[in-house]
């Protein structure tokens, strides 16, 4: 028997295109498409912290390859460590933390 449980709820009303879980630090980071006032679709992460219940930090994302990446999930995420091909992306959570 396995139970299920509701790591994060989304707030608002988004077209989400993709998450990750960072089971090292705890951490779910989404990319979801919204549109800003004028009606531009933009995408964005929200990186959420699961031993906070809090978003840590919402950002603009632009770059294309960084997009496509999270969206086809052809990386490897290990303690705020994204690896692709030979390329390695650091997010520092601890930067994003309320103090």
Same mark, same amino acid.
Not at 38 to 58: D, F, P, S, T
Not at 74 to 99: A, E, P, Q
């Given at each position: *028997?396995? #139970?299920?449980? &509701? +790591?994060?709820?989304?707030?608002?009303?988004?077209?989400?295109?993709? =998450?990750?879980? $960072?089971?090292? #630090? !705890?951490?779910? %980071?989404? *990319?979801? @498409?919204? @549109? %800003?006032? &004028?009606?531009?679709? /933009?995408?964005? *992460?929200?990186?959420?912290?699961? !031993?906070?219940?809090?978003? +840590?930090? /919402?950002? +603009?994302?632009?770059?294309?390859?960084?997009?496509?990446?999270?969206?086809? @999930?052809?990386? %490897? +995420?290990? &303690?705020?460590?994204?690896?692709? !091909? /030979?390329?390695?992306?650091?997010?520092? =959570? $601890?930067?994003?933390?309320?103090?």
């Amino acid at each position: *028997m396995f #139970a299920i449980s &509701n +790591l994060y709820v989304e707030s608002e009303q988004l077209h989400v295109k993709s =998450y990750s879980y $960072d089971s090292f #630090a !705890n951490m779910v %980071t989404v *990319m979801f @498409k919204a @549109k %800003t006032k &004028n009606g531009v679709a /933009n995408n964005r *992460m929200k990186i959420y912290c699961l !031993n906070k219940q809090e978003v +840590l930090i /919402n950002f +603009l994302v632009n770059d294309p390859e960084i997009i496509g990446r999270f969206v086809s @999930k052809m990386f %490897t +995420l290990i &303690n705020g460590h994204y690896y692709f !091909n /030979n390329k390695v992306y650091k997010i520092r =959570y $601890d930067r994003f933390s309320k103090v």
